[in-house]
Every structure is written in structure tokens, then in C-alpha cells.
């Protein structure tokens, strides 16, 4: 019987990897749920228990929920490659991986649908469970009341309808939602996540998405007249005429600066970020579009915690879906957030936005 960590072995050295007994010890721990759908029978007993349940009531003949696993570490630990490595290979049709922030626009989304309804979440969940096993969360974090209290109730669904959960984070569960509005009210939650997933930190103090990597200049700062000229040569212009272009998401215009070869839009920070965008629209944005300039970024202080949000939100959304990142700004990297309430989400932030520099991921995005 072929295993996890024989795959992540042979996938180590095709790709020429370093050797990390964190991340050995992390495969182990999720060989044990990736044996359960490995088993021959699994099929034919899932169908049996469910029906089981369905008709005497029963709740305990095949007990899923104790392989739900929650992995947490530092930024460039490996958690989503691992993650991805262990979801690709899954034996089962029964299985979706999400985003996570991408999964709860879908959950309200869906919701709205259901307005009037006394219960949608679990009219919802139940036909999740219809189609799903296992589902992977990567880049969970709770980050207002909204979805704390909504991912509270769905949690609790899945835990009824035995639906598995494989969750990475860059926050130990203790630390959810800390600092937010009303987090007290959250609590009980992070009891059941401690209760009835697995905890497991990942961390061997390497940065991969760092290591060896050859970086490109597209980061552009500070902002003078040099700057903003090796702006519009990557741009592919020499001289920077405002045209105004509005691009139609979500039924609302968003303004562009100009559009380049009808495909390469230049944003100023302030239409993406200082005005109130959400994170659908981030996430069309990017389904739009396979790079894009932003023109005129600002450092994000204590008293804009709101566009820091929204630009965790805009870098997410352009890091899942490839999509290239040229930037000018009026701070390096490092200095783009100096608040206090997302400090913690920003080292993810500031992790990918090095990655998204690199050679290796500009080459691997997909160019229409």
C-alpha cells in the first residue's frame, strides 16, 4: 500500500528539496486520514453509514471527525505545499480544497439565496455534506465579528455531518480572532476547534518561499522621477497620459488609471484600497486580469486598519490566482504596514509580496 510519505519523499527528491523532519512529521500525522480514504472499502462503508444515520439515528459507526487537523507555523513553512501534495493525491471524489476567505464569499453568497429561510446554514452544510468528505482550508483567519460568529455556526454543522477539516493558518488557535470586537463570544469556538482537531505546529525557522530565490526590481521605491520612469518602462510607455478607465465588478465601476494593450490595467492604491472594495471583488479582479501595476502605494498606519484589511485581502486574492504584481511605492516592502491590530497577518502578507517578486513566481504565472 503506497502511503503520504512515500509520495512526499519522492516528491522532495524530484524537486530537489531540502530534508525537514517538521514537515515529515506533519506527512505522518496526515498519512492517517489519507490511509482512511486509501481503504478499499471506504466507499461502499460511507455510503452504508449514511444511511445508517439516516435511518436508525446513529451517530457513531464511523467516526470521521478525529482526523481533523488544524496546522499552524510561521509564513514559508511548507503548510500549503504540504497541504496541496496531501489533497491532490486523496483517493476520493469527495473533496474540495478553498481559499478560506473564498469558501465564506461562497457561504454568503449562498445564504442571500436562502433569505427567508429559518435555518440556511444548515440547509447549506447538509449539501456540502451530500457531495464532501474533506474539505481544505488554506489561509484561515478570522478577521471581523461577521465571519466569526457565521464560521462559529458552520463549524458546528460540520462536526454533525462529519465533514473532515484540514485547516492551515499562520495563528495558533488560542490566538484567533485576537484583539476583535466581542471576541469573547468566539471563545467557545476555539474550545471546540481545540477539542476536536488535532493541533499541530509547523515550524523548522525556514522561509521557503525565500530560500534561494532571484529577485526582480518590481517593487519600485521610493516614489521620485526615477522611480516613476522605470515604472512606465516596465509598463512599456515613455511618457504617463492619464486615461481613465473604469472597469465593471460586482455591478459597480472601479477606476483605472489606464489600461495597457487592453489587458494590463495601472491602478492608483486609493481605488483599490482607500475606497471601500470588498473581497469578491479582489477575488474577480484577479480571475480578470494576469498582472497588474499599482501606482502611488502608501505605508498603512494605526489609523487605517480598514485599507490594511483591504490590501491583505487584494494580495491574497492576486497570490492564489497567479497573478503578477508590478509596484510603485513610497516604502519598501517591509515598511508597508505599521499598524498594530494585523501585525500578525502581515507577516503572511509581507512573506508572499517577496515571493511575488521572485523570478520563479513571475515565470510560473499564466499568461493569456
Not at 462536526?159 to 468566539?186: A, E, H, V
Amino acid at each position: 500500500m503506497n502511503s503520504l510519505l512515500n509520495i512526499y519523499k519522492n516528491k522532495i527528491i524530484e524537486k530537489k528539496y531540502n530534508h525537514d523532519d517538521a514537515q515529515i512529521n506533519l506527512i505522518k500525522c496526515l498519512d492517517n486520514t489519507y490511509k482512511v480514504f486509501l481503504h478499499d472499502k471506504y466507499l461502499l462503508k460511507n455510503i452504508f453509514i449514511r444511511f445508517l444515520n439516516k435511518t436508525f439515528n446513529k451517530k457513531n459507526f464511523f467516526e470521521l471527525n478525529k482526523y481533523n487537523l488544524y496546522i499552524w507555523g510561521g509564513v514559508g513553512r511548507g503548510k500549503t505545499w504540504i497541504m496541496d501534495l496531501f489533497y491532490q493525491n486523496l483517493p476520493t471524489k469527495r473533496k474540495m480544497r478553498f481559499h478560506f476567505h473564498h469558501f465564506m464569499i461562497d457561504i454568503h453568497r449562498k445564504m442571500n439565496n436562502l433569505s427567508g429561510n429559518p435555518n440556511p446554514l444548515k440547509i447549506i452544510s447538509n449539501n456540502i455534506k451530500k457531495k464532501l468528505d474533506i474539505i481544505c482550508f488554506d489561509e484561515f483567519f478570522i478577521h471581523d465579528i461577521a465571519n466569526a460568529m457565521l464560521f462559529s455556526r458552520i463549524i458546528k454543522y460540520f462536526l454533525k455531518f462529519k465533514i473532515i477539516l484540514i485547516i492551515t493558518s499562520n495563528i495558533p488557535p488560542n490566538d484567533l480572532y485576537k484583539n476583535g470586537l466581542q471576541r469573547s463570544r468566539f471563545i467557545s469556538t476555539i474550545k471546540l476547534i481545540n477539542k476536536n482537531y488535532t493541533i499541530f505546529n509547523l515550524d523548522s525557522g525556514i522561509d521557503y518561499r525565500l530560500k534561494n530565490s532571484t529577485f526582480l526590481k518590481i517593487w519600485i521605491s521610493p516614489i521620485s522621477f526615477k522611480t516613476k520612469k522605470i515604472f512606465l518602462k516596465l509598463l512599456g510607455i515613455k511618457k504617463y497620459v492619464k486615461k481613465n478607465y473604469n472597469i465593471l465588478i460586482n455591478n459597480r465601476l472601479i477606476k483605472s488609471l489606464r489600461i495597457v494593450n487592453k489587458k494590463i490595467p495601472v491602478f492608483d492604491f486609493k481605488d483599490l484600497c482607500i475606497k471601500p472594495l470588498d473581497q469578491s471583488d479582489y477575488f474577480i479582479l484577479s480571475k480578470k486580469f494576469n498582472i497588474i501595476f499599482i501606482y502611488n502605494v502608501s505605508q498603512i498606519n494605526e489609523y487605517q486598519e480598514d485599507v490594511g484589511k483591504r490590501f491583505l485581502f487584494l494580495v491574497d486574492s492576486l497570490y492564489d490566482n497567479k497573478v503578477k504584481l508590478v509596484v510603485l511605492s513610497s516604502v519598501v516592502i517591509s515598511n508597508i504596514y505599521v499598524g498594530k491590530l494585523l501585525k500578525f497577518e502581515y507577516k503572511r502578507c509581507i512573506s508572499r509580496l517577496h515571493e511575488m517578486q521572485s523570478k520563479k513566481y513571475f515565470l510560473s504565472s499564466n499568461l493569456s
